[in-house]
């Protein structure tokens, strides 16, 4: 559906050159959810409007359902839907009236377009606000709106670009919930650039990581977090000297690795951690070590970022605040 080489994008100004995009290879097959995940300013806008093409590459070619991004805008636009940040939909009109234009628009007949638009917003859980002003709409109500705008000409591929940005916890949840249910009811392709780490852990089969313009990583979440960061093990020790003896007994041993003390807590990276549980007891006790708890955590996608860059996604400022809209 989509592939991508060496895609490149420099922003040039009388004062400076920006290298925004440097040369990104991307496939993604019909059918998949991938997500590109990046802290602020790594490009992942850039990439999306030139995918999209509503932005001329610098260099490399895109092509999207069969058809090149410079050469043949028209085609790739009519298979595509693009959700960009910010509220596509005009504020005066009414939810109904935005999707009928957007539909004729995309050469939909007039009853067409109304049946699509209704459809849409049944689905969509908006209902009932087919005369209501954009502008009156909650911000939950009108990001959703802005995907119906998107899905108005059932697009091969959809590209929302932070789609949940600025919405709580619930609205996101009910925006992803909408999506799910129209992506199983076709067969939609569906590319997102997200902040939330979580939502591209649970809702993309792939992930593809972009830092200063480039891809580090591309692969499953799951795949991610094995290669690139291992399960996080946490010892409560009965006392403070219990926990240094255990650290030095988990320097040693081969399964720990960035052993750390923090108090009474012992803090290590540990390779198949679930598994290796019922070692680590018989190791302690061997020792007359004390254990008051031990824990294992997977890792999340933010620890792959931090082992891949030496930074977290999070203290890059890429977890915005949450504004509530319901
Ligand atoms: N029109 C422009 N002119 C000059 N520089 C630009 C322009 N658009 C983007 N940039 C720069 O290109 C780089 C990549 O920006 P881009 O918006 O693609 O990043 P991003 O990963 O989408 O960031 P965010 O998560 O904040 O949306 C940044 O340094 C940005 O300042």
Known sequence: MIEAKGLTKDFVSRTETVHAVRGIDLRVERGETVAVLGPNGAGKTTTMRMLTTLLAPTAGTARVAGFDVTRDPARVRRRLGYVGQGNGAGHGQRALDELYYQGITFGLSRTEARRRGQELLDGLDLAGKER???????????????????????????????????????????????????????????????????????????????????????????????????????????????????????TQWEATSEVAVDGTVVHAGIAQGSSRVTDLVHLADAAGIDIADIQVRRPTLDDVFLNLTGRSLRETGSTPELETAS
Request: aromatic content about 2%.
């Open 132 to 250: 209501t002003k954009v502008s009156e709409l909650s911000g939950g109500q009108r990001r959703r709106l802005d995907v119906a705008m998107g899905l108005m000409h059932a697009p091969e591929l959809l590209v929302l670009d932070e789609p949940s940005t600025g919405l709580d916890p619930h609205n996101r949840a009910n925006l992803w919930e909408h999506i799910s249910a129209l992506r199983a009811a076709t067969d939609m392709t569906l590319l997102l650039t997200t902040h939330y780490l979580d939502e591209a852990d649970t809702m993309a089969e792939r992930v593809v990581i972009i830092d200063h313009g480039a891809v580090i990583a591309d692969d499953t979440p799951e795949t991610l977090k094995t290669r690139h960061a291992g399960d996080r093990l946490s010892v409560t020790a009965g006392s403070r000297p219990d926990a240094d003896h255990l650290a030095a007994r988990l």
